[in-house]
């Protein structure tokens, strides 16, 4: 199964290397950036997103209502947060569309 950071994290550094002329100076601040320690509430994790031309975010965030993930045209992951818990049933599928496995949270 797949964790809320390690997409994150795989998803910053696809962005980041698919940059073109804004990848040096966006490889530097984010290098600062990530040096930085953020403590998170309970539920809650640290997420990065561009601000700007030139910027970054870096700040807490908390999901809440319905997460796909979604891998080019294939589905992979669909279920429902609340105030940052997964809840209720969680679907995970192969790449032919089928389901791999269901989780219920509740």
């Known amino acids: 199964m797949f964790s809320n950071k390690k997409i994150i994290s795989c998803m910053i550094l696809l962005f980041l290397t698919s940059?073109?002329?804004e990848t040096t100076i966006r490889k530097k601040q984010s290098h600062k950036m990530h040096?930085?320690?953020i403590e998170c509430p309970d539920n809650a994790h640290v997420e990065y997103s561009p601000w700007g031309e030139r910027?970054?975010?870096?700040?807490?965030?908390?999901n809440h209502g319905k997460y796909s993930v979604w891998e080019g045209d294939?589905?992979?992951?669909?279920?429902?947060f609340?105030?940052?818990k997964k809840v209720g049933i969680w679907t995970f599928y192969n790449n032919d569309g089928s389901i791999s496995k269901t989780v219920n949270y509740d």
């Open 19 to 21: 940059c073109d002329s």
């Open 55 to 62: 910027g970054w975010v870096k700040a807490c965030k908390k």
């Open 35 to 37: 040096s930085e320690k």
């Open 82 to 84: 609340f105030n940052g």
């Open 74 to 80: 294939i589905k992979r992951i669909d279920g429902q």
